[in-house]
């Protein structure tokens, strides 16, 4: 499964410099506007500790994370919906993917220009949201105007869509995003297909930078008011200093963690920007193990076993007989995949199973 989160902010903001952690894959970082004119695109693994456990009890040859897409987006300047800078290019890298990161610097540092000349997260995040909106409210009147034909028709999926698409426009002409639009299920079918910009989920990467004036550090009222914002707007976000992972991003082990405290900083800030990715995108993962191979397979939370076995390959999901589920802990308490069986551990599960996060499965077929 292919799904992609792009990266999204202001110039100068640590966009590719995050990028670079994140996927360890060279791309212009110039202090200056406009560096990253192609989108780079990296396959960046999520961290997961079930899986080389998984492995280690199988003595697999081969080992196989989850990955999921990120897409390093060329930096947004307001006017961009109207065309300025690269906007056109900008919103059509947007479009293509699945959910939005949205990078926001959180320090202040007088050797790296804001492309406003002032640090204000809350106001980046308005001035980009504001952007996305304007795009959408172009996207939404001019399908509005082409379903007056299909309705007069009489295509009762039209009407449809066109009920969808009105809720979205007062949601859009309130400065809100369309993801907030109450759709019914049907609406939000039709609404879908326009891949509004809005209705993407969103992630916030708050960038701070180790030894310098960070506004959560310093209980700063601009960071009091960017946290009312996430709380009233119930937003997803992570904190990471993109410039210390970019540094550590070539190290491992107890080296990779010696720098780390070193540098006073605790948590791996890319890994729960991973995880978080993942978790934003509403997937979860399954297993499969053996001697050979380990691998964790990426779903769709909420997916039954014969639409997870499509993750392998699509025949299953038409072949599907029925699947020996274990949960991932559970067989690895047993010891063994015969005392895992002997305990009742291992069912067998038909068509209707909806496959859990870190369930351990072979699909008989």
């Known amino acids: 499964m292919s799904l992609s989160i ?6 100068n903001v640590g966009k590719s ?12 970082c110039e202090n200056y506007p406009f560096c990253t004119i192609d989108p780079s695109v990296g396959v960046v ?3 997961d500790e079930r899986l080389s456990k998984l492995s280690e009890f199988s003595k697999s040859a081969k080992t196989i994370p989850a ?10 300047v307001k006017g961009a919906s109207a065309g300025e800078g690269l906007g056109n290019k900008f919103l059509t890298n947007i479009r293509e993917t699945d959910a939005i990161a949205e990078v926001v610097r959180i320090f202040e540092d007088g050797n790296v220009i804001h492309v406003s000349n002032k640090v204000e997260p809350l106001s980046d995040i308005e001035t980009i949201n504001l952007e996305l909106i304007l795009a959408d409210m172009q996207s939404v009147s001019k399908r509005l105007q082409s379903l007056v034909s299909e309705m007069k028709k009489g295509s009762k999926v039209a009407v449809i869509e066109n009920s969808a698409l009105l809720k979205i426009k007062d949601v859009l002409e309130m400065g809100k995003l369309a993801q907030i639009a109450d759709l019914d299920e049907f609406e939000l079918v039709e ?3 326009l891949c509004l910009l809005t209705m993407k989920p969103i992630l916030y990467v708050l960038n701070k930078k180790s030894g310098g004036k960070n506004l959560d550090e310093l209980n700063d009222e601009r960071y009091l008011n960017l946290l009312n914002f996430f709380k009233e707007t119930e937003s997803k976000y992570v904190i990471v200093d993109a410039g210390i992972e970019n540094e550590l991003k070539d190290m491992e082990g107890n080296d990779k963690i010696e720098m780390r405290e ?8 890319i890994n729960d920007l991973i995880k978080a990715g993942y ?6 993962t399954y297993f499969t193990t053996g001697e050979d191979e380990t691998r964790a397979w990426t779903i769709k939370n909420g997916w039954t076993a014969p639409e997870a076995g499509t993750a392998i390959h699509m025949d299953f999901k038409e072949k599907f007989v029925r699947a020996e589920i274990v949960p991932w802990n559970k067989l690895l308490e047993a010891g063994s995949y015969g005392n895992a069986r002997e305990k009742g551990l291992i069912r067998t599960e038909g068509k209707d199973y909806v496959v859990k996060d870190g369930d351990v499965i072979e699909f008989k077929i």
């Open 6 to 11: 792009g990266i999204v902010g202001l110039p």
């Open 17 to 28: 410099t995050l990028f670079n952690a994140l996927t360890k894959k060279s791309v212009p």
């Open 262 to 269: 070193g540098l006073g900083v605790k948590d791996d800030g």
């Open 45 to 47: 693994a999520v961290p």
């Open 279 to 284: 978790d934003l995108l509403g997937l979860l």
């Open 191 to 193: 609404a879908r297909k």
């Open 67 to 76: 990955a999921v897409e990120f897409v390093d987006i060329a930096g947004l």
